[in-house]
């Protein structure tokens, strides 16, 4: 770590473990201002703006043709699909539940690669960590004497959470494997213009409740365009193009121990034994995973 080389690279990992996990609680008080799709839109657009005028100012080489239709597509993927179901998640869910219900995402890292060509296939210590993690997911979800109350809107908010989970890492993958020359600042700028774009188009043609102005909604808004967008996800790529994937993964530890403390301290959300023991077995599987798959 003490490579000047590698200096940069552990501070950029060390932005995405911290930011991210604060992301959670900055969305739930955003969203009480901003419908999800607004929220989406505002937020994507302001940061992609922000960030491709410094590429501009910069001189940074815009990629053409192909090469940005790609960029656009994974960002889509990505940034739009994963993060527009954690946004819809957290009007039905806590927001460090939300957090807890992505530990999942190594598992599903894992058996995309599994899945696709060249990809890692899976090993019987794998397999084992993956019953593990799931076993730990299914003490979260199961009605019992924690401190959740299991709804239908609990079962919901999960099963949305996975089809954002499974996307994000189908676009991490797509993204750590296609070899690309733009600077990782630009390529976040594009992703993140083009999501916005979307989220906008999606706004003008579906209705929207009204947006509820307050302080609290802008400083959430803000925090997530500055912290969540600009510095965190230019981060996250700049990790995933410097340093092993099974470093950069740590970040799905930290974020939702962060998530879960806001969570508490913001808005008094539940958690208790089983919460925690859902947690530990969870972090168990997803720490077996990672030391037996070279994908994760």
């Given at each position: 770590m003490g490579s000047p080389s590698l200096?940069?690279?552990?501070?950029?990992?060390?932005?995405?473990?911290?930011?991210?996990?604060?992301?959670y609680v900055a969305i739930r008080i955003a969203l009480e201002s901003f419908p999800p799709l607004v929220l989406m839109a505002l937020r994507f657009l302001?940061?992609?703006s922000i960030l491709l005028v410094w590429a501009w100012w910069r001189g940074l080489a815009m990629p053409q043709g192909r090469a940005l239709v790609r960029t656009c597509g994974i960002g889509l993927l990505l940034l739009g699909v994963a993060n527009t179901c954690l946004t819809y998640s957290?009007?039905?869910?806590?927001?460090?539940?939300?957090?807890?219900?992505l530990t999942t995402a190594p598992f599903w890292l894992v058996?995309?690669?599994?899945?696709?060509?060249?990809?890692d296939r899976l090993t019987w210590p794998v397999t084992v960590g993956l019953a593990i993690g799931l076993c730990g997911t299914a003490l979260l979800v199961t009605?019992?004497?924690?401190?959740?109350e299991i709804t239908p809107a609990?079962?919901?908010?999960?099963?949305?959470?996975?089809?954002?989970?499974?996307c994000w890492n189908a676009g991490s993958i797509l993204q750590r494997r296609w070899k690309t020359e733009t600077h990782p600042i630009l390529t976040g700028a594009l992703q993140q213009m083009a999501v916005g774009l979307v989220c906008l188009g999606l706004v003008a043609a579906i209705p929207q409740r009204a947006v509820h102005w307050s302080w609290a909604g802008v400083a959430g808004v803000a925090w997530l365009v500055t912290f969540g967008s600009i510095v965190a996800y230019s981060a996250y790529i700049y990790s995933l193009e410097t340093l092993p994937i099974s470093l950069?993964?740590?970040?799905?530890?930290?974020?939702p121990v962060v998530a879960v403390a806001l969570g508490w301290?913001?808005?008094?959300?539940?958690?208790?034994?089983?919460?925690?023991?859902?947690?530990?077995?969870?972090?168990v599987g997803v720490g077996i995973v990672k030391r037996f798959s070279h994908s994760s």
């Amino acid at each position: 770590m003490g490579s000047p080389s590698l200096l940069l690279p552990y501070l950029a990992l060390g932005a995405v473990c911290i930011f991210w996990g604060t992301t959670y609680v900055a969305i739930r008080i955003a969203l009480e201002s901003f419908p999800p799709l607004v929220l989406m839109a505002l937020r994507f657009l302001v940061s992609g703006s922000i960030l491709l005028v410094w590429a501009w100012w910069r001189g940074l080489a815009m990629p053409q043709g192909r090469a940005l239709v790609r960029t656009c597509g994974i960002g889509l993927l990505l940034l739009g699909v994963a993060n527009t179901c954690l946004t819809y998640s957290e009007t039905l869910i806590p927001s460090g539940l939300a957090a807890l219900f992505l530990t999942t995402a190594p598992f599903w890292l894992v058996g995309l690669e599994a899945l696709i060509p060249g990809g890692d296939r899976l090993t019987w210590p794998v397999t084992v960590g993956l019953a593990i993690g799931l076993c730990g997911t299914a003490l979260l979800v199961t009605p019992g004497t924690g401190a959740l109350e299991i709804t239908p809107a609990v079962w919901t908010g999960f099963l949305i959470l996975q089809i954002g989970s499974f996307c994000w890492n189908a676009g991490s993958i797509l993204q750590r494997r296609w070899k690309t020359e733009t600077h990782p600042i630009l390529t976040g700028a594009l992703q993140q213009m083009a999501v916005g774009l979307v989220c906008l188009g999606l706004v003008a043609a579906i209705p929207q409740r009204a947006v509820h102005w307050s302080w609290a909604g802008v400083a959430g808004v803000a925090w997530l365009v500055t912290f969540g967008s600009i510095v965190a996800y230019s981060a996250y790529i700049y990790s995933l193009e410097t340093l092993p994937i099974s470093l950069v993964s740590l970040y799905t530890y930290i974020n939702p121990v962060v998530a879960v403390a806001l969570g508490w301290m913001f808005y008094n959300e539940p958690f208790g034994s089983k919460e925690l023991a859902a947690m530990v077995v969870i972090f168990v599987g997803v720490g077996i995973v990672k030391r037996f798959s070279h994908s994760s």
